[in-house]
């Protein structure tokens, strides 16, 4: 097929691991539901004070795209805070430690796609908060 479409309503929402009473993190993994080979993409949904894993990938050159709220990321070592609105891009290249969090009031949903996609799990690293 020459293209797949998968609508929001049709995403499958996959809540990750978190701490009793600590705001959580969802995504929608979309690779294998689109068919993608080249490419590993996936929407996320991080609740208000919600944070992800600090990380790096070896290979992998991540783009995060910000659909709603305000994502804010910490990048480099020492780590440095940038935050991007709604309709906002970043480029993360491979090697680069990074995490990302809502340290906004509202609900945070990240497109997130990488290439090449790596078939190891990135690097974790201490947090930055």
Avoid: C
């Avoid at 990750?16 to 996936?42: C, I, M, T």
């Avoid at 709220?69 to 910490?74: A, D, I, V």
């Amino acid at each position: 097929m020459a293209f797949r479409v998968l609508r929001p309503d049709e995403f499958e929402w996959i809540t990750r691991p978190h701490e009793p009473g600590e705001p959580a993190r969802h995504v929608a993994e979309l690779s294998d539901r689109l068919g993608a080979s080249h490419v590993r993409g996936n929407v996320w949904r991080y609740e208000p004070g919600a944070a992800g894993k600090r990380h790096r990938h070896a290979t992998q050159e991540e783009t995060f795209v910000v659909l709603a709220g305000t994502l804010s990321l910490y990048i480099g070592e020492p780590p440095e805070r940038v935050d991007v609105p709604a309709g906002g891009v970043v480029l993360v290249q491979p090697g680069t430690a990074l995490q990302s969090a809502n340290q906004g009031q509202v609900d945070l949903v990240v497109y997130a796609y990488g290439y090449p996609p790596e078939s190891e799990n990135a690097k974790l690293l201490d947090s930055a908060l």
